[in-house]
């Protein structure tokens, strides 16, 4: 069982920057999956960005390629995604999700990933 937990969400203008953090617990949180999803009023959850057991293998959105990056440190049991460049069509709630990879591999897709946090409200005003 892994449990985790966001923070970092916020309130920030457009063109500013947020930093979201997810606290994964367990002992084998290197073997790991990881994944970045949001969901905005009204619409369908949506894949954000992945990591695989490391960060030299990661899978973003087109929406957000180029502005945000993921990565994760697993010392820490964390992953971080780092949001640059916030647009208004940023806001949404943002989940971390988990799931064990037998390779590595940055899964996109939301039935990979077993574990999901409860989100964090990230509202980018104009």
């Known amino acids: 069982q892994v449990q985790l937990v966001e923070s970092g969400g916020g309130e920030v203008q457009a063109g500013g920057s947020l930093r979201l953090s997810c606290a994964a617990s367990?002992?084998?949180?290197?073997?790991?999956?990881m994944g970045w999803f949001r969901q905005a009023p009204g619409k369908e959850r949506e894949f954000v960005a992945a990591?695989?057991?490391?960060?030299?293998?990661?899978d973003y959105a087109d929406s957000v390629k180029g502005r945000f990056t993921i990565s994760r440190d697993n010392a820490k049991n964390t992953v971080y995604l780092q949001m640059n460049s916030l647009k208004v069509e940023d806001t949404a709630v943002y989940y971390c999700?988990?799931?064990?990879?037998?390779?590595?591999?940055?899964?996109?897709?939301?039935?990979?990933?077993?574990?999901w946090g409860q989100g964090t409200q990230v509202t980018v005003s104009a």
């Open positions: 999700a988990a799931d064990f990879a037998t390779r590595d591999y940055a899964a996109r897709r939301q039935v990979e990933y077993h574990y």
């Open positions: 367990g002992r084998t949180f290197s073997a790991y999956a």
């Open positions: 990591v695989g057991w490391t960060n030299s293998n990661t």
